[in-house]
């Protein structure tokens, strides 16, 4: 089960389809391998960018049930966010049998207030169970919730199946400071803060107290390299890797266009075998395929794990 304690690189797991939209089952098995390989500590799957809302609840399940078998002692977190609590019941009671760690849940557009983010949380636990493990996840770029960290709090301090909070407010490092603040001055318990955005400002964000990364960039084994070095006080070291991936990062962190490029990426890794999309998705131009290529091409002058993935 997941639990505060939760650090590292839970990666944000693609959704691989074939050419024609079927779930790809042999790249599913590859993927949770490739990631494995990848030195994570957990995955999270069908999150925003893992096209969630484009899998009916049949195969949600079935994907994820796929996914928590082969993944065997890694823990699974599982998104369960859907427009109506019914939906959100059956299918985190799905995963949780099958031997899911926990389950994710985003806010949706509609709540603005800080009584209705709390209260929308309160439902959630009443529809799932309050022994259901759940991550808040704070990405107010594509909900458009606004989540003060006194909301946080309050979300953590009445439920203590809370676990995690997925931060991925931008700018947000200040927010991380401020909950960990809470922490240490007893207003509330510890919990665990893993990022988002790509990766794109995980350097600092371990820095301000960040346990890791919950992100789906294409080389999560540099994200867990960088954990590492932090966790080690070598502080330059981490910021010269990170650094050497940063063009890269910022090219996937594009709005509309990032899914491709990671698929893309994790395509020419041997991750997947498809950079498929199901519709409605996005294709790379050759413009932006060139690009990519020449991205990988500088990268891997500063780091070998990138040697021979551009065409």
């Given at each position: 089960?997941?639990?505060?304690?939760?650090?590292?690189?839970?990666?944000?797991?693609?959704?691989?389809?074939?050419?024609?939209?079927?779930?790809?089952?042999?790249?599913?098995?590859?993927m949770v391998e490739f990631y494995r390989d990848c030195g994570v500590t957990g995955m999270t799957?069908?999150?925003?960018?893992?096209?969630?809302?484009?899998?009916?609840?049949?195969?949600?399940?079935?994907?994820?049930?796929?996914?928590?078998?082969?993944?065997?002692?890694?823990?699974?977190?599982?998104?369960?966010?859907?427009?109506?609590?019914?939906?959100?019941?059956?299918?985190?009671?799905?995963?949780?049998?099958?031997?899911?760690?926990?389950?994710?849940?985003?806010?949706?557009?509609?709540?603005?207030?800080?009584?209705?983010?709390?209260?929308?949380?309160?439902?959630?636990?009443?529809?799932?169970?309050?022994?259901?493990?759940?991550?808040?996840?704070?990405?107010?770029?594509?909900?458009?919730?606004?989540?003060?960290?006194?909301?946080?709090?309050?979300?953590?301090?009445?439920?203590?199946?809370?676990?995690?909070?997925?931060?991925?407010?931008?700018?947000?490092?200040?927010?991380?400071?401020?909950?960990?603040?809470?922490?240490?001055d007893g207003s509330m318990r510890h919990i665990s803060i893993l990022t988002g955005n790509g990766?794109?400002?995980?350097?600092?964000?371990?820095?301000?107290?960040?346990?890791?990364?919950?992100?789906?960039?294409?080389?999560?084994?540099?994200?867990?390299?960088?954990?590492?070095?932090?966790?080690?006080?070598?502080?330059?070291?981490?910021?010269?890797?990170?650094?050497?991936?940063?063009?890269?990062?910022?090219?996937?962190?594009?709005?509309?266009?990032?899914?491709?490029?990671?698929?893309?990426?994790?395509?020419?890794?041997?991750?997947?075998?498809?950079?498929?999309?199901?519709?409605?998705?996005?294709?790379?131009?050759?413009?932006?395929?060139?690009?990519?290529?020449?991205?990988?091409?500088?990268?891997?002058?500063?780091?070998?794990?990138?040697?021979?993935?551009?065409?």
């Amino acid at each position: 089960m997941l639990t505060e304690a939760a650090r590292g690189v839970y990666v944000i797991a693609v959704t691989p389809f074939t050419d024609d939209g079927r779930i790809d089952e042999a790249s599913t098995d590859r993927m949770v391998e490739f990631y494995r390989d990848c030195g994570v500590t957990g995955m999270t799957i069908l999150g925003m960018m893992g096209e969630a809302p484009k899998l009916d609840t049949d195969e949600a399940i079935a994907f994820s049930r796929r996914v928590v078998k082969r993944a065997r002692d890694l823990p699974i977190i599982v998104g369960v966010s859907a427009p109506g609590f019914a939906s959100m019941r059956t299918l985190a009671t799905a995963v949780m049998d099958a031997g899911a760690a926990g389950v994710m849940i985003a806010p949706p557009p509609s709540v603005r207030t800080d009584d209705q983010v709390c209260g929308y949380y309160d439902q959630c636990v009443s529809a799932i169970g309050s022994d259901v493990p759940f991550v808040i996840q704070d990405y107010p770029l594509a909900s458009g919730v606004q989540m003060a960290p006194s909301v946080i709090r309050r979300i953590v301090t009445a439920h203590a199946s809370c676990k995690m909070l997925k931060h991925e407010d931008w700018p947000g490092l200040e927010k991380i400071s401020t909950v960990r603040g809470y922490e240490k001055d007893g207003s509330m318990r510890h919990i665990s803060i893993l990022t988002g955005n790509g990766g794109l400002f995980l350097d600092f964000e371990m820095e301000r107290g960040a346990d890791g990364a919950m992100t789906g960039y294409a080389f999560p084994d540099m994200l867990a390299e960088v954990i590492r070095l932090q966790g080690k006080g070598q502080r330059d070291a981490a910021h010269d890797l990170f650094d050497a991936h940063l063009a890269l990062l910022r090219y996937e962190q594009q709005p509309g266009l990032g899914l491709a490029v990671r698929k893309y990426v994790l395509k020419r890794r041997g991750a997947i075998a498809s950079e498929a999309q199901r519709s409605p998705g996005t294709k790379l131009s050759n413009a932006a395929l060139a690009e990519v290529d020449y991205l990988l091409r500088r990268l891997a002058t500063r780091d070998p794990r990138a040697a021979g993935l551009a065409d």
